[in-house]
């Protein structure tokens, strides 16, 4: 199990900001960190990779002692076997995107994984490259091909898709969740894209001023189960499945999900993806494809 429970002051602009989290997960699952930008995500990474010292609480991963506030324990971050991927990417400035990947490598493992990974992140002909040379997108991806190299049991990931154009994006969020299967490696990330949760993460739990404001299946915790009122809106769809006798689509509309129930013959004319407009007929939610 992942057992983090942390409690720290944080300098705030505003009110008084107080971490005080706790998670527990099941290992080899992904789960996102999701809430408005000041609430603590990022000081949550870092003190759970030892970059920064909770004021109390402990961290156990996978039965092992990681930080303990009563016994004093602390392990030193590299001692803590996590990946951490960094908003600001902190890449070696002094080696090339190769070089970057390969000084991740465990001792006495195959540099195929670096070719591999060169090649799965479109890398292969910027790898002779200095980062000050490479385009954020770019350096972003060196630096997630560089921390997956580690293969650590922990992948702490801060928003590490950010920087990259829609399509790329959603071949590396496959990837993660491919990594995630095939290394089995628990994975905690940052995101503010919902859309981007809904497709990598097993869980998600929203942070609010420091605390946890609500948390489950993506599913759970952004649909909106409730729709009332006349409204026209437009949308992604993100999903589309069959509950008993009746079909359902989950729509992405701003950062909300929202379930509206498909006739049949709509199903063959709609797919993941599509642009739609959501709009009540008489309280009756209809659904149009948009061109
Ligand atoms: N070492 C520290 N000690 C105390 N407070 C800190 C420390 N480092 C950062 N903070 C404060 O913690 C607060 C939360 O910052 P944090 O970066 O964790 O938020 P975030 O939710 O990740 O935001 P964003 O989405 O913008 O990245 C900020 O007000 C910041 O000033």
Redesign the pocket.
């Known amino acids: 199990m992942i057992e983090i429970s942390v409690r720290k002051p944080?300098?705030?602009?505003g009110d008084e900001?107080k971490l005080d989290v706790t998670i527990n997960l099941e290992p080899g699952q992904i789960m996102a960190l999701y809430?408005p930008?000041?609430?603590?995500?990022?000081?949550?990474l870092r003190m759970i990779s030892g970059l920064?010292r909770p004021e109390s609480g402990r961290i156990c991963i996978n039965g092992k002692v990681w930080f303990d506030s009563s016994t004093k324990q602390n392990l030193k971050p590299q001692e803590r076997n996590a990946g951490f991927v960094f908003?600001d990417f902190a890449l070696f400035p002094n080696l090339t995107v190769e070089g970057n990947l390969m000084y991740g490598l465990p001792k006495n493992s195959s540099r195929q994984m670096v070719y591999d990974l060169l090649e799965r992140f479109e890398l292969q002909k910027l790898k002779d490259r200095k980062p000050e040379l490479l385009s954020g997108g770019q350096k972003q991806r060196v630096a997630l091909a560089r921390t997956l190299v580690q293969q650590p049991e922990l992948l702490l990931l801060d928003e590490p898709l950010s920087a990259l154009d829609p399509s790329m994006r959603r071949s590396l969020q496959d990837y993660i969740r491919q990594i995630n299967s095939e290394q089995q490696c628990t994975i905690i990330l940052?995101s503010?894209d919902i859309s981007e949760i809904f497709r990598t993460a097993h869980k998600v739990l929203v942070?609010d001023n420091g605390k946890a404001d609500r948390y489950g299946a993506p599913h759970d915790v952004f649909a909106r189960k409730q729709i009332s009122g006349k409204f026209r809106f437009t949308g992604e769809i993100l999903g589309i499945r069959k509950e008993d006798v009746i079909y359902v689509a989950e729509v992405l509309i701003g950062t909300d999900i929202i379930k509206v129930v498909l006739d049949p013959s709509e199903i063959t004319n709609l797919s993941v993806g599509d642009k739609v407009m959501v709009a009540s007929k008489a309280f009756n939610p209809i659904i149009q494809k948009l061109s």
């Open positions: 944080l300098y705030s602009a900001l809430g930008s000041g609430v603590g995500k990022t000081s949550l920064m908003q940052v503010h942070l």
